[in-house]
């Protein structure tokens, strides 16, 4: 992809041709100090924290602080920039080295098109000014913002929070397996909650089969409007 056709998939044309050069440069790509995107993300992380952080201000008026710091917190999300990253294929106009661009779809090198991404904000803002930068991410944050009836939070809270809505007891996480060696084992965890069908997960660690088990039943719980 060429950067004017890139340019028209984000819908911001730059003035500054660096400036988005350099928003898409890693470190790899480029011997010279400061010649990739790592300054402007450092940027944009903090514009796209302001420019959320106001609309949902805006947008959920009777929500208190804790709540609003929680959606917040989903919103500038590694994950969440990831999205944004290939929805515009970011990855496809990104500058780096060969060796680098294998391992991208390693996990622990998946952090650099949400650096990426938050670079590239930072590069709209000094290119233009808030406003532009605003319209680009309210376009690819729009649905998100609106996505969760609730604030995202720990999946065992959330649960325990609709069953007391329900005036239901709090969920049972019971121990249904332990298989593996000591120093490696796996636990099955089964979720109950009176009147909701049971569900079950396995993890290396108790408390992370618990959280994946409440998580299965809060989506089932979400999807078919049992709240």
């Known amino acids: 992809m060429k950067t004017d056709e890139f340019e028209k998939k984000i819908n911001y044309k730059f003035k500054n041709k660096?400036?988005?050069?350099?928003?898409?440069?890693?470190?790899?790509?480029?011997?010279?100090?400061n010649l990739n995107y790592e300054r402007l993300e450092f940027l944009g992380d903090r514009v796209l924290s302001l420019v959320i952080s106001e609309h949902l201000f805006i947008k959920y008026p009777n929500e208190n602080e804790g709540a609003l710091s929680k959606r917040l917190s989903n919103l500038?999300?590694?994950?969440?920039?990831?999205?944004?990253?290939?929805?515009?294929?970011?990855?496809?106009?990104?500058?780096?080295?060969?060796?680098?661009?294998?391992?991208?779809?390693?996990?622990?090198?998946?952090?650099?098109?949400?650096?990426v991404c938050e670079a590239l904000i930072g590069?709209?803002?000094?290119?233009?000014?808030?406003?532009?930068?605003?319209?680009?991410?309210?376009?690819?944050?729009?649905?998100?913002?609106?996505?969760?009836?609730?604030?995202?939070?720990?999946?065992?809270?959330?649960?325990?929070?609709?069953?007391q809505k329900k005036g239901l007891d709090l969920p049972k996480y019971i121990l249904k397996k332990k298989e593996g060696p000591a120093h490696s084992p796996r636990f099955e965890i089964e979720v109950y909650l009176k009147g909701i069908k049971k569900f079950s997960s396995v993890s290396k660690t108790i408390k992370d089969a618990e959280i994946a088990a409440a998580k299965k039943m809060v989506d089932f719980i979400f999807k078919n409007k049992l709240l």
Do not use: C, G
């Open 76 to 115: 500038v999300s590694k994950q969440t920039l990831l999205e944004v990253a290939n929805e515009i294929n970011i990855r496809e106009m990104l500058k780096i080295d060969n060796s680098e661009k294998k391992n991208l779809k390693l996990k622990k090198n998946i952090s650099i098109l949400s650096d």
């Open 18 to 33: 660096e400036l988005i050069n350099l928003a898409l440069t890693h470190s790899s790509f480029s011997n010279k100090k």
């Open 123 to 163: 590069a709209i803002y000094l290119d233009s000014n808030l406003a532009s930068v605003k319209k680009f991410i309210y376009k690819h944050w729009k649905k998100k913002v609106s996505k969760n009836i609730l604030p995202p939070q720990d999946p065992k809270s959330l649960l325990q929070e609709v069953a």
